[in-house]
């Protein structure tokens, strides 16, 4: 039973070095751009270096799991997004401020998610929080 594990692992291992061989002699090119963008999209955000950057800087290196923007005042305000309070009066809060909520992930076990605010065509950070993947707000 062994020996036939084995021969079968060493099928698969001989015949994935095969395909790659042929793909590699004639698209190159093509496979170093899909290999680029795959890494690219699945790499992980770094909050320290990202920390004075732009929305639009860091969408250019990270790619968010999920992004939603929604007003204020008709937002529904969980434990999740209750630091948002901190940074608006009671005025404000009844304003239809528009934020975007953009969350990444930081590593396997960890997200990391961002509020802005639209201020003069612009996104301006507002705040961000540092979440275990496994946390039920």
Not at 82 to 89: A, H, T
Not at 114 to 131: A, H, P
Request: hydrophobic share 35%.
């Amino acid at each position: 039973m062994k020996i036939i594990n084995i021969c079968l692992f060493l099928i698969v291992i001989l015949s994935c070095t095969k395909h790659k061989s042929l793909m590699d002699s004639d698209t190159n090119t093509q496979l170093k751009v899909k290999k680029e963008i795959h890494t690219k999209q699945m790499q992980y955000i770094n909050p320290e270096e990202v920390k004075n950057w732009t929305l639009q800087q860091i969408k250019e290196k990270y790619k968010p799991i999920q992004e939603e923007d929604f007003l204020l005042n008709e937002a529904i305000i969980s434990e999740f997004r209750i630091g948002l309070y901190n940074f608006f009066n009671e005025k404000e809060r009844k304003k239809p401020i528009t934020i975007k909520e953009i969350t990444w992930e930081k590593d396997q076990n960890t997200n990391y998610t961002i509020w802005y605010r639209k201020e003069l065509n612009q996104w301006v950070f507002i705040d961000s929080f540092i979440w275990d993947k496994n946390s039920e707000f």
